[in-house]
């Protein structure tokens, strides 16, 4: 995937494969690569509005529809997007977490056709509870989240040990929860915690793209735009026309190279099947005739089988059949077993029949399970 990071100072552009993020240049951005990448668009903290707002119980798509009419009252943005969700919810009220911010959409999808928009806080949660002091190196933010619940957020410039009380008690009760501090970078040093504290290095690309497999994406996604301009997408099957006649060329070089091979091998054969004496044909003379004689005397297992279709009655279940020459065994299950004797032996393919062993018989079908072998002409 191919993310684009919006701060005050412009954009940064990072590719995430197999859990490794990179930094790439815009030039980079080419559209075939583009094509094939979930591209999302993350919105900083700096440029982020964010409030919690209490509402009526109501379904999340009706409460979606109703900020989309009051998002302008609640934000001074002149063409607002945003993100809502869920807080808490009871029988008297819906709580909801809502970030907005400017829409880039005008500027940006000219060359970063983005499909997914993402505000950097949620992106900052995790699956335990914790508050998280990170240092940008011009200002201080402050995130808690509970379980991956978010709670609230904090961005200052100069950061105090009141700053952060007053931050953790207006989260009462939540914040009683929490249970450590995690910082990213260098904090003042008189600040003292009564929780553990975790110092963690800041990587070298914004902390927030280490959630990106946290979320799921599908409720940041945005409308549909082609990612490349129209006459790159036409050019794409031309492309691909070329390349399909180059590889079949390829191809038939490949099969012509084969074919004179063989034909080489066919020619080192023949050569050494005539350098070969020729045996006289009359000392395989015995071994034909014997072939011959005993091809003769087989009985096609078609012609058998067929036969069989026609005597064997209705109800008559054949269960094994092995012929060898002329000797046929077949295996049976019948009411009637002497019948069946009697229809085969009348066969004009049948010499003699013989029952094989005595009948079983079966109670719970009342027929008989039997083996018969034929001698046919």
Partial sequence: MIIAYLQKKGLSFYKIKDNTITEIAQKDLSPIKQFFSKKILIISKELLFYTRKTYPPMQFK???????????DLFPISSPDFYVQVFENTQKATIVDIWAWQKPEHE?????????????????????????????????????????????????????????????????????????????????????????????????????????????????KTKFYFPIKSDVLFRVPIYAIIAYGVFLFFTAQNYENAVNDVKAQIAQIEKKTNSIKVVSQENYEPLISE?????????????????LALKLPIGCTLNRFVLTEKDLEISLTAQYPLDIIQTLESSEMVKSVKLKGPPTQNTSSHSYNFVLTLELK
């Fill in 291 to 307: 072939v011959n004689k005993s091809i003769s005397q087989t009985v096609s297992p078609l012609t058998v089988m067929n036969m």
């Fill in 62 to 72: 009706k409460l979606k529809k109703a900020l989309q009419i009051d998002i302008l």
């Fill in 108 to 220: 940006i999808r000219k060359f970063f056709p983005f499909q997914y928009v993402i505000p950097e806080d949620v992106l900052l949660t995790e699956k335990d509870s914790a508050l998280k002091i990170i240092f940008t190196g011009d200002s201080y933010h402050l995130i808690a989240y509970l379980k991956a619940k978010f709670l609230g957020t904090l961005s200052v410039v100069h950061l105090t040990q009141k700053e952060i009380e007053l931050f953790l008690t207006g989260l009462l009760p939540h914040s009683q929860e929490i249970q450590k501090i995690k910082v990213y970078g260098e904090i003042p040093p008189d600040l003292k915690f009564d929780k553990p504290i975790e110092k963690i290095l800041l990587p070298p690309y914004p902390l927030c793209l280490e959630g990106i497999y946290n979320v799921n994406l599908r409720a940041f």
